[in-house]
């Protein structure tokens, strides 16, 4: 099993509906980011978040310590939207400080116009 | 425009042979990271520096090695290159080494071995 798991791993939306991609992980972390990957491969950090909820524009990122889940939703969503969404959990590589993130497998988002 | 550079943006070589990407991170970050994004394996950390010093590491092969120079630049060398090796090779960088720190990715190095 995967540390970082997510779902689905393709999605395909008409523009204006509202997508939520979520993201499970089961190792302790200090972090968890979302980032976004362009088809041309550049990737953009979304947000990091360690507990309650950001947005951004119509992006929102929320996420549950307890039961270890952070979810990303798009509102109104947009054709420019489409691009591929990994969740990544920054989790202690060993006793000390230093941390490393592991990275879920992506969710393929398609929005249709 | 993220403000952490890479350098080549692509580069195809040989098997066997050895090759060196450099990044450039952001103004003011002292962390430079290093991940690898294949088809089948997608995105791993490879290794972090900090300041100069090595941080972190993850998945790096012993035929890899990387170092952070006094200017903050870094570079990672891949060496005795195998099919296996061709791969996206992104660097990011933050402010700090704690994990929760924002990374700002650069526009990578697409590395394809024949």
């Known amino acids: 099993k995967n540390e970082v798991e997510q779902s689905p791993q393709n999605l395909t939306a008409q523009e204006g509906e509202f997508i939520t991609i979520n993201c499970s992980y089961s190792?302790?972390?200090?972090?968890l980011h979302w980032l976004q990957q362009h088809p041309g491969g550049g990737i953009v950090s979304l947000f990091m978040?360690?507990?309650g909820k950001k947005k951004h524009g119509r992006l929102i990122a929320t996420i549950n310590i307890q039961e270890k889940h952070s979810s990303l939703h798009i509102t109104a969503s947009h054709p420019r939207d489409s691009a591929v969404y990994i969740c990544?959990?920054?989790?202690?590589?060993?006793?000390?400080?230093?941390?490393?993130?592991?990275f879920g497998s992506g969710t393929q988002l398609t929005v249709l116009p | 425009d993220s403000g952490v550079t890479q350098t080549p943006k692509h580069l195809i070589t040989a098997t066997g042979q050895r090759v060196t990407l450099r990044c450039s991170p952001r103004s003011g970050d002292l962390s430079v990271y290093w991940y690898q994004q294949s088809l089948d394996q997608g995105l791993q950390f490879l290794i972090q520096?900090?300041?100069?010093?090595?941080?972190a590491k993850g998945n790096i092969l012993e035929r890899f090695s990387a170092q952070q120079f006094p200017d903050l630049h870094s570079e990672l060398n891949l060496s005795s290159l195998e099919l296996g090796d061709s791969a996206l090779y992104f660097c990011?960088?933050?402010?700090?080494?704690?994990?929760?720190?924002?990374?700002?990715f650069g526009p990578g190095t697409r590395l394809t071995v024949l």
């Open positions: 978040l360690s507990s």
């Open positions: 190792v302790g972390i200090s972090a």
């Open positions: 520096y900090y300041n100069g010093e090595e941080r």
């Open positions: 990011a960088s933050s402010v700090g080494f704690s994990g929760r720190d924002e990374q700002f």
């Open positions: 990544a959990a920054s989790r202690p590589i060993s006793s000390g400080s230093a941390r490393q993130l592991t």
